[in-house]
């Protein structure tokens, strides 16, 4: 029954049953959505759900970001809320 709704033969279905790679990948989406399965479709080929992608695209992140040797690390104080925006000789008084 499946094979005549599909409209492939019965040597295809059991091929496709079977997970055979010369069926076309339009006959397994045919198949699903027959079986009423058509949602998962969509899942084939997320980028989310495929864990050796993944993992292989993991593989090829660099370990370390390197920001190169001109690079120099500048030592920040941290701003008191209450003091920004004035001078830092602000409240001193000048002496003479």
Do not use: F
Request: net charge positive; hydrophobic share 40%.
């Amino acid at each position: 029954m499946v094979a005549e709704r599909a409209q492939i033969t019965r040597p295809t279905l059991w091929r496709a049953e079977r997970g055979d790679a010369s069926v076309a990948l339009g006959t397994y989406a045919t198949i699903l959505w027959i079986l009423g399965l058509g949602d998962r479709i969509g899942q084939l080929a997320a980028p989310e759900t495929d864990v050796v992608g993944l993992s292989l695209a993991d593989e090829q992140l660099p370990l370390r970001i390197s920001a190169g040797p001109r690079a120099t690390k500048r030592k920040t104080k941290a701003i008191d809320p209450a003091e920004k925006g004035q001078h830092k000789d602000a409240g001193r008084e000048e002496t003479r």
